[in-house]
């Protein structure tokens, strides 16, 4: 029930987004709190200040200021504070109006002064379930705005290198902290890949055992559909990052561009990646109907052979079952051993031309 009626919401709010005038800040995402916070971090190569809040004015200081500046907005279901933040920073309503829609495709946005680029954060949760978060960046001059649609990401490692002055990042641009974003993303992608290799070497463990587990093609099937979504989140990602590597922006120094070079190098490893495991996932489902046949095959041959040994003998017993009254068999003192004796004999008679054969 409880399924049906988050359905019920989520066609709700498509309805909502479709009748809505283009521009308009409405979430079309699942998360039904409107809880926002705030994570800024400003720094310089000898200033770092971290600060956690949930008022969106808090970041408002911020802005032209001699550092650069992270701020990360967690929670998108909140319209009323995602168009201040985005009056304040200038943004076209089209750019606000796609942060909050968690379907919108990874892409890439030019704009006078700006950058906005969507892509999707993937991973598993601790229930091991598949998890594909959207997240749009926009690169100012000075700054770097992310958004997320729920707490939790991939950013740790990051925030230790900013914090610890590690690397070059304290040293560079916004543009770089922008490739480290990306590249903390796409790297996670191949934690993605390595429990996706796990669940289908499983799998396919358990498909040479001697009892396949029926359940199995329900497993096949959920692991399809979670290919699907990483490819549908990696293949427009590549071609984001292939135009950012060729894009002429004067937010993107020429230093940068190598490190994106290397961050398209990464995005096509993980899109081949995907492509062979989809690959590998139709070559199990094939395998696990081939399997059940071959098994119904083996019931089948097992009964046919059944049916075979007892067709003669049931002949000779219907023979000799009949009530005709001139049987010449039936006067015989030992003719029920002598039927019996024939009855052995057909029987291993066809037991062994079936061994002959190598059908048993």
């Known amino acids: 029930m409880a399924k049906r009626r988050k359905k019920r919401v989520a ?24 809880h926002i916070s705030l994570d800024i971090i400003d720094y310089s190569k000898d200033h770092f200040l971290n600060v956690k809040t949930e008022n969106i004015e808090d970041a408002f200081k911020y802005k032209g200021s001699e550092n650069i500046t992270w ?3 967690d929670g998108l279901n909140n319209a009323k504070t ?33 950058l906005f680029i969507v892509f999707k954060m993937l991973h598993y949760n601790e229930n091991n379930e598949f998890v594909n978060e959207h997240v749009s960046l926009v690169l100012g001059e000075d700054y770097v705005v992310t958004f997320q649609e729920s707490d939790g990401d991939v950013f740790d490692g990051l925030r230790d290198r900013l914090e610890n002055a590690k690397g070059r990042i304290r040293n560079s641009g916004p543009d770089y902290l922008m490739f480290a974003i990306m590249d903390a993303v796409v790297d996670n992608y191949f934690s993605v890949i390595e429990t996706l290799s796990a669940k289908i070497e499983e799998i396919e463990d358990q498909l040479f055992e001697d009892n396949v587990d ?10 399809k559909k979670e290919i699907l979504r990483i490819r549908r989140a990696v293949i427009p990602l590549r071609e984001v990052i292939n135009r950012l590597e060729k894009i002429d922006s004067p937010l993107i120094e020429n230093v940068t561009q190598n490190y994106i070079r290397d961050l398209y190098d990464h995005i096509i490893q993980v899109s081949e990646s995907v492509d ?29 052979i059944m049916a075979s040994i007892f067709i003669p003998l049931t002949f000779m017993a219907g023979i000799y079952g009949m009530n005709f009254e001139y049987i010449p068999e039936l006067h ?10 024939a009855m052995i004999l057909v029987f291993l008679g066809m037991l062994w031309y079936f061994k002959r054969k190598k059908w048993l």
Do not use: C
Request: net charge negative; charged share 20%; no cysteine.
């Open 332 to 341: 015989l003192k030992y003719g029920y051993y002598y039927l019996w004796i």
């Open 71 to 73: 701020i990360n907005v």
């Open 11 to 34: 066609s709700k709010k498509s309805k909502n987004f479709q009748n809505s005038v283009p521009g308009t800040v409405v979430y079309t995402g699942e998360k039904e709190s409107t």
């Open 276 to 304: 062979i495991y989809r690959e590998m996932i139709w070559g199990l489902m094939d395998m696990y109907m081939s399997t059940i046949s071959n098994k119904m095959n083996e019931v089948m041959k097992v009964l046919t």
């Open 214 to 223: 029926s359940g199995l093609v329900q497993d096949i099937q959920e692991i």
């Open 82 to 114: 995602i168009e201040k933040l985005g009056a304040h920073y200038n943004l076209h309503p089209l750019i606000q109006e796609d942060i909050v829609t968690t379907n919108q495709r990874p892409k890439i946005d030019e704009y006078e002064g700006y």
